[in-house]
Nanobody, 126 residues
Framework: EVQLQASGGGLVQAGGSLRLSCAAS????????IAWFRQAPGKEREGVAYISDIDGSTDYADSVKGRFSISGDNAKNTVDLQMNTLKPEDTAVYYCAADSQIILSSISNPNQYDYWGQGTQVTVSS
């Protein structure tokens, strides 16, 4: 069973950058889909970015396309989320999640993911 540890959140001014990291232990990311979700106060958990360990394909929510980039490092067993040109509306708790049985047509459904890291707070000031 994989355990996930998210890190890298913080406070940044609008227009700035942050890099989040999700480290796996107990298992590797082999054949998993790894995702970053976020949840702002009073809002539902929202899928932000996804990467497949099977073929390296990635996908992004429209709200972050062109600004965020997800990447994996198999040697380190980590998946990072590089966030550039941050906006106040990006403020949320960010979670990494993973599962090996993802239906790709529903990749943004958090209920598909069995493994979650603890959240890391990202705050973007205006």
């Amino acid at each position: 069973e994989v355990q996930l540890q998210a890190s890298g959140g913080g406070l940044v001014q609008a227009g700035g950058s942050l890099r989040l990291s999700c480290a796996a232990s107990g298992s590797t990311f082999d054949d998993y889909v790894i995702a970053w979700f976020r949840q702002a106060p009073g809002k539902e958990r929202e899928g932000v970015a996804y990467i497949s360990d099977i073929d390296g394909s990635t996908d992004y929510a429209d709200s972050v396309k062109g600004r965020f980039s997800i990447s994996g490092d198999n040697a380190k067993n980590t998946v990072d989320l590089q966030m550039n040109t941050l906006k106040p509306e990006d403020t949320a708790v960010y979670y990494c999640a993973a599962d090996s049985q993802i239906i790709l047509s529903s990749i943004s459904n958090p209920n598909q993911y069995d493994y979650w890291g603890q959240g890391t707070q990202v705050t973007v000031s205006s």
